[in-house]
């Protein structure tokens, strides 16, 4: 029986030699394309063509044709090789889009011809490339995805996305498509060879991309960003992770947005800089099944990386992308069985034949019937794939590090395991994510390390209905309770002395929260307090950003003067704008835009409404800050479908001293470092 998949909607591959069949409603250029664990193509053989037919374990079409098939050997596929996609190309001279010719069919068949699964590609508008499905390995094993992500700039802009440096894409695509076009064209091909390549002198955005961004749903937004390793060579830049203020401040949105559409946070990998030239360890493989015809058991640290933090990392953001998928393909088979329904009730009741005849009733509980089995049968492939992945949860949560760990996790307690590392971590885990259909299946937040955008904690009554529901000085506690959490992961998971730590608590109304930090001797300086405290603060730190700005210019970041700390820095601003005028606000905007490249970070404990007196000033900052809660909200969406995700922040247990023992052993690190 074929599987219908729904985009997003994921499906098993029992066999290792499967065929792909396409049936376009046009003669299309049909590509196969490989790529890493991350998505990211590198290197020359990456994409299969007419010019180029054969690549390991995969075996392209060879002209323009409505129908093709790939034969595909997963088992000679290289080990690096983590995805495997189906790329459909209008060809130059033919239709301008895919949403003007009829919708395009891709297939998975097993060796004997039985199609295992299908998906129609629909939705599709002014996209000219396609990426219909991958194959992908998850686990040792190999599954089917139906993808259907567009790009209207063309192969040229797909093959951006994936990684290809712009000059590297626009020759790959330029080969590929030079088979669709007759040389006899001339000019006009050329042309239209540029278009469908995509004009690569800029960056190209997918036009039904929806897939490369987390999102924040509430309506005035701010940007940041994670990152995340990769096997390949570094791309170019870092991609955004980001959170805003509540819903309901006023103020336009990115690109123009007045309030509408949610702004967008990525949840990538980290793309770290690696001197070595050497391959990525490989992965653990997972365990075999216990009965056949079971998943694999899931291991920790099934994915790629240089190190086992690396790999838990992707693992985790597998995690994430399989969630947010799985669950999208149930809501979209929900909502496909309510909406047949819906229609078949309709056509029901507008034939006279049913009302007159009696027969209304039948054909309504027909119509139920079939709504209930389809929903029955999308329950089920949600229940398996929700079950592997508790499973793979339960095993990855115990292996994660320190930096990505709860607070409760046993290594907190390991003084051995919590011992100052000697490296940066990659990344710091902010909470958890959980969806309404398995809310006990929670997903770490990991953010990038250095933090690239500064955090902003809401400690506002209006910011979500959880924090209206709460009394005002505990929700303020809870908001700098957190503040002081994550300042204290920070300084536990850093080497000792690389990393340091200023407070502004102008007013002193954080004084209970910072008492940890304050008896630990381990902040730069005690807590800045009224307007003095913060001009010096503020300007001791904007020096430190000016000088290390003009001596990375100059080539000598070594002939830094004696007093400037090279640590990295972090900022933490409570009950801003208490004690704030206008220069110290420009300097705290300046510091939010210019501190992360040279290793000042802002940490702010703030309420939105009590700032707005500073009007279209603050914009630029909120919009720059990552927007959290201290209490659980569904303010942030993910990368792929866009679900709204619940955030819930990763606090210490009620009466536990695992801050104060971590503050200990970073003391007693730092005191033995010193000279």
Same mark, same amino acid.
């Given at each position: 029986?074929?599987?219908?998949?729904?985009?997003?909607?994921?499906?098993?591959?029992?066999?290792?030699?499967?065929?792909?069949?396409?049936?376009? @409603?046009? &003669?299309?250029?049909?590509? /196969?394309? =490989? %790529?890493?664990?991350?998505? *990211?193509? #590198?290197?020359? !053989?990456?994409?299969?063509?007419?010019?180029?037919?054969?690549?390991?374990?995969?075996?392209?079409?060879?002209?323009?044709?409505?129908?093709?098939?790939?034969?595909?050997?997963?088992?000679?596929?290289?080990?690096?090789?983590?995805?495997?996609?189906?790329?459909?190309?209008?060809?130059?001279?033919?239709?301008?889009?895919?949403?003007?010719?009829?919708?395009?069919?891709?297939?998975?068949?097993?060796?004997?011809?039985?199609?295992?699964?299908?998906?129609?590609?629909?939705?599709?508008?002014?996209?000219?490339?396609?990426?219909?499905?991958?194959?992908?390995?998850?686990?040792?094993?190999?599954?089917?995805?139906?993808?259907?992500?567009?790009?209207?700039?063309?192969?040229?802009?797909?093959?951006?996305?994936? @990684?290809? &440096?712009?000059?590297?894409? /626009?020759? =790959? %695509?330029?080969?590929?498509? *030079?088979? #669709?076009?007759? !040389?006899?064209?001339?000019?006009g091909t050329l042309a239209a060879l540029r278009t469908l390549g995509g004009d690569l002198r800029a960056p190209q955005t997918p036009a039904a991309q929806g897939q490369n961004q987390v999102q924040n749903q509430s309506q005035n937004p701010a940007q940041n960003q994670v990152q995340g390793p990769a096997a390949a060579p570094e791309p170019p830049g870092p991609a955004p992770v980001s959170g805003v203020p509540y819903a309901g401040t006023p103020g336009p949105a990115p690109g123009g947005d007045t309030g509408g559409s949610p702004p967008t946070i990525n949840y990538a990998h980290p793309r770290r800089r690696r001197t070595s030239t050497e391959p990525p360890e490989p992965a653990p493989r997972a365990a075999a099944p216990q009965e056949p015809g079971q998943p694999p058991r899931p291991v920790a640290g099934d994915a790629s990386g240089w190190s086992m933090e690396e790999r838990l990392y992707n693992q985790v953001w597998g995690m994430f992308e399989d969630l947010a998928r799985t669950v999208a393909a149930y809501r979209s088979a929900v909502e496909f069985a309510d909406s047949r329904m819906d229609r078949e009730l309709d056509e029901a009741l507008s034939d006279p034949r049913h009302r007159l005849g009696g027969s209304g009733n039948a054909a309504r509980d027909t119509a139920r019937a079939r709504r209930e089995e389809l929903v029955a049968q999308a329950q089920a492939v949600l229940d398996r794939d929700l079950a592997q992945l508790i499973a793979e949860s339960e095993v990855v949560e115990p292996a994660l590090p320190a930096a990505y760990a709860r607070w409760d996790n046993p290594v907190w307690h390991d003084s051995r395991a919590t011992a100052p590392p000697e490296e940066n971590p990659l990344a710091l885990r902010l909470g958890d994510l959980y969806l309404p259909e398995r809310p006990d299946l929670r997903i770490p937040m990991l953010m990038r390390v250095p933090l690239e955008r500064g955090i902003w904690i809401d400690n506002g009554r209006t910011g979500s209905e959880a924090a209206m529901a709460m009394d005002t000085d505990r929700l303020r506690r809870a908001a700098m309770d957190m503040a002081v959490a994550h300042a204290v992961r920070l300084l536990a998971v850093h080497p000792a002395d690389r990393f340091s730590v200023h407070v502004i608590d102008a007013a002193g109304a954080g004084a209970a929260s910072l008492a940890p930090l304050v008896r630990a001797g381990v902040l730069a300086g005690p807590p800045a307090a009224g307007a003095h405290g913060v001009t010096q603060t503020l300007a001791r730190l904007t020096r430190r950003v000016d000088l290390v700005q003009m001596a990375l210019r100059a080539g000598a970041p070594e002939d830094l003067p004696p007093d400037v700390d090279t640590a990295e820095q972090l900022l933490l601003v409570h009950d801003f704008p208490h004690g704030f005028d206008d220069r110290a606000v420009t300097q705290l905007r300046y510091l939010a835009d210019e501190g992360p490249a040279v290793g000042v970070h802002l940490l702010m404990v703030a309420d939105r409404d009590e700032a707005s007196a500073y009007g279209p000033l603050l914009d630029p900052l909120w919009r720059s800050l990552m927007r959290l809660s201290p209490v659980p909200d569904s303010h942030l969406a993910d990368p792929w479908v866009h679900h709204a995700w619940t955030f819930e922040p990763d606090l210490p247990p009620q009466g536990s001293r695992v801050l104060e023992q971590a503050l200990d052993r970073v003391a007693e690190a730092r005191r033995t470092t010193r000279p």
């Open positions: 029986m074929t599987a219908e998949l729904v985009r997003g909607q994921n499906h098993p591959v029992s066999h290792s030699r499967v065929e792909i069949r396409v049936s376009a @409603g046009t &003669p299309v250029l049909a590509l /196969a394309s =490989l %790529a890493d664990e991350q998505g *990211r193509f #590198a290197g020359e !053989a990456v994409l299969a063509h007419p010019g180029a037919r054969s690549l390991p374990g995969v075996q392209a079409p060879g002209e323009l044709a409505d129908r093709h098939t790939f034969a595909v050997d997963l088992d000679a596929v290289a080990a690096d090789v983590h995805r495997v996609g189906v790329l459909l190309v209008l060809p130059p001279g033919g239709p301008a889009r895919f949403g003007s010719v009829p919708a395009s069919y891709v297939a998975v068949a097993d060796p004997a011809g039985a199609e295992l699964a299908g998906y129609t590609l629909t939705g599709l508008e002014a996209e000219t490339a396609v990426v219909a499905l991958e194959l992908y390995r998850r686990q040792s094993a190999w599954k089917v995805r139906a993808v259907g992500q567009g790009y209207a700039d063309g192969l040229g802009a797909l093959l951006t996305d994936g @990684g290809l &440096p712009a000059a590297d894409a /626009a020759a =790959l %695509a330029a080969a590929a498509l *030079r088979t #669709a076009a007759p !040389a006899a064209q001339g000019e």
